[in-house]
Nanobody, 119 residues
Framework: QVQLVESGGGSVQAGDSLRLSCRASARALSMYNLGWYRQAPGKERELVAALTWGEGLSYYADSVKGRFAISRDNAKNTVYLQMNNLKPEDTAVYYC????????????WGQGTQVTVSS
């Protein structure tokens, strides 16, 4: 069980940058993978980026490769999503999520933070 608290969303213009933060609380975060999902109205929730907490190995959706970067701060138990060169199609509610390492499903979720990108 992981408690996740998100921050950093907002309204920006195309080309701007944002950094989302997710503070995680768990007895052993090395057991988990941390990911960022996003969901736009009428769309299914999609995985944007993820990392293994222990090794720091990362994954990115093709739509954000080269623009977004996921990272962690072990001392602060925090995972970040640095979003550069934002585009209107990045507009969505972004969720921090966690799953047990080796499992198939993300089962712990943050409250979500809105990111709106205008042209």
């Amino acid at each position: 069980q992981v408690q996740l608290v998100e921050s950093g969303g907002g309204s920006v213009q195309a080309g701007d940058s944002l950094r989302l933060s997710c503070r995680a609380s768990a007895r052993a975060l090395s057991m988990y993978n941390l990911g960022w999902y996003r969901q736009a109205p009428g769309k299914e929730r999609e995985l944007v980026a993820a990392l293994t907490w222990g090794e720091g190995l990362s994954y990115y959706a093709d739509s954000v490769k080269g623009r977004f970067a996921i990272s962690r701060d072990n001392a602060k138990n925090t995972v970040y999503l640095q979003m550069n060169n934002l585009k209107p199609e990045d507009t969505a509610v972004y969720y921090c999520a966690a799953k047990v390492r080796g499992s198939n499903d993300y089962t712990s979720w943050g409250q979500g933070t809105q990111v709106t990108v205008s042209s």
